[in-house]
């Protein structure tokens, strides 16, 4: 017996149920999005999927903690009764037996931000501007336990036909789950820069695209960088459909949040790459919330790390 079984089961079902919650909301006509004090969007989806997971997590592990996106302050608002009301329906649509209280409770349970020897750390949708436009968004969930990410679960479910799944435990490998079982995946063996693909945000604002095109020229990369938002990116270097995911920052001070990395690192890195930040450090979740260590990230798949950091240190 690996590893880790329970909790890969119930971090895998609650992030398919999840899924399903947000490509339901996704074939309505309303998002219900709203704009929170940084400007950035949060949907009826978001609010839905955050419940979800939460539930499913606080029912099989009751003890652990949970660092999750949002939280359900604007929807206790009269003025986003609304609102609220969608997404109590959707969590129905998944959930039968929930009614407004509990989803209430279940989005909140997420609102921890400090580190703890065992804690969950959610994204309920990663890419909220690609989930409105209609491209890549990611359900993303990870346990780190004292400091270290041992479980990562990743449902992309605007990837490949029907969606794709991707679960890793460390020191055991990363897998794509489909029909037929886990397949395990693996980065790409390149080792020429100039044969590389390299993948970027979509969003010039959280990643810097005419930095990365320096870099990309100083490492000959010939192909067109390849703009997917969300934490797809992770999978498309875990799988082998590219070789380097950069996100270089935009602002000073930027500090990254673990629940927009977790999933996706583990992913990575048991698919046999490499993930660091710009300077060439390993990411440091073991500070609660955010990567306060770290600056940028970049993935790859292992071989050309070394290569991106020179190129990135000289750029
Ligand atoms: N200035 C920024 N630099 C890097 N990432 C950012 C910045 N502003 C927002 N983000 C985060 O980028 C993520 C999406 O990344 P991608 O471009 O790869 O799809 C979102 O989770 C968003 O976080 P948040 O939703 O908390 O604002
Ligand atoms: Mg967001
Ligand atoms: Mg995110
Ligand atoms: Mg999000």
């Not at 660092?67 to 998944?94: M, S, Y």
Request: aromatic share 6%.
């Amino acid at each position: 017996m690996s590893a880790y079984q329970r909790e890969v089961q119930i971090a895998l079902e609650a992030v398919t149920s999840a899924a399903v919650l947000c490509q339901n909301v996704r074939q309505g006509d309303d998002f219900v999005a709203l704009a929170k004090s940084d400007k950035s969007p949060v949907t009826v989806a978001d609010f839905g999927s955050q419940a979800i997971v939460c539930r499913a997590i606080r029912a099989a592990f009751p003890r652990d903690l949970i660092i999750a996106e949002e939280n359900a302050d604007a929807l206790r608002t009269e003025d986003q009764a609304p609102l609220l009301a969608r997404v109590v329906a959707e969590v129905k649509k998944v959930v039968p037996s929930a009614d407004e209280a509990q989803a209430l409770a279940w989005i909140d349970a997420g609102i921890s931000r400090d580190a703890a020897p065992r804690v969950w750390t959610l994204d309920p949708i990663d890419g909220t501007k690609g989930f409105l436009r209609g491209g890549q968004y990611a359900v993303a969930l990870a346990l780190i336990i004292d400091g270290q990410i041992e479980v990562a679960a990743l449902a992309c479910p605007a990837l490949d036909d029907e969606g794709s799944i991707f679960w890793a435990v460390r020191g055991v490998g990363a897998f794509q789950r489909t029909a037929a079982g886990d397949k395990p995946i693996e980065v790409t063996s390149t080792s020429n820069s100039a044969k590389a693909a390299l993948c970027e945000s979509v969003e010039s604002g959280h990643s810097d695209h005419d930095q990365s095109a320096k870099i990309a020229a100083a490492l000959q990369i010939a192909r067109p960088s390849v703009r997917m938002d969300s934490q797809a990116k992770y999978a498309a270097v875990a799988r082998g459909d590219a070789d380097i995911y950069l996100r270089l920052p935009t602002i000073a001070g930027y500090q990254e949040k673990i629940w927009d990395h977790a999933a996706g690192a583990l992913v990575i890195a048991e698919a046999g790459g490499k993930v660091t930040d710009i300077d060439g450090q390993p990411l440091d979740f073991s500070l609660g919330s955010m990567l306060k260590n770290n600056r940028g990230v970049v993935a790859t798949n292992g071989r050309l790390h070394d290569a991106v950091i020179a190129a990135i240190a000289k750029a």
